[in-house]
């Protein structure tokens, strides 16, 4: 019985694993092209400002990219069930890559001004102690490890052929 528990769980295993690596691949890449994006003076300058924000503004700064681009998330799957799957999917992976860089860069630099208000304190323990346990539940998972070397693999392989 145990056996086939853990031949069961292993597809999900690998979807999880996947999903956390993917999603630690665009966090880690968004925050390094937005931080090049910083030399740009405009740029530069409106992060100094988002920086300065006290905490009520800076959560607004902080979701204000999710939502404007939830509406570009919905037009892509709108296409894609209107039959037009290939901008739909085009439209909704852009919208997601560039949400995912927005949002890195712009927690980073608000940061400090979210962890003064108690409520974000909390609710940021509780989703870093939540995401931890996936990844040390993952981690006890030879498919979990096969894949991350993979990828890693793969990584190191396309940024020696393409930078």
């Known amino acids: 019985m145990q056996s086939i528990k853990k031949l069961l769980l292993i597809p999900f295993i690998w979807t999880a694993a996947l999903l956390f690596l993917v999603e630690e691949m665009l966090w880690d890449a968004g925050a390094k092209l937005m931080a090049r994006l910083a030399v740009l003076r405009y740029v530069q300058a409106l992060e100094t400002r988002i920086t300065a924000l006290p905490a009520r503004w800076a959560l607004l700064a902080f979701l204000l990219p999710s939502t404007i681009l939830i509406p570009a998330k919905l037009i892509g ?9 290939l901008v739909g999917t085009a439209t909704f992976i852009a919208a997601k ?26 609710v940021y323990e509780f989703v870093m102690r939540y995401r931890n346990r996936i990844h040390d539940y993952l981690a006890q998972w030879q498919a979990y490890q096969a894949i991350k070397t993979r990828i890693q693999f793969l990584l190191t392989r396309v940024k020696a052929k393409f930078l």
């Open 77 to 85: 799957l709108h296409a894609i069930t209107s039959g037009h799957w």
């Open 97 to 122: 890559l560039v949400g995912m860089a927005l949002f890195s860069r712009i927690f980073n630099l608000t940061r400090p001004a979210l962890m003064q208000l108690p409520w974000f304190v909390k």
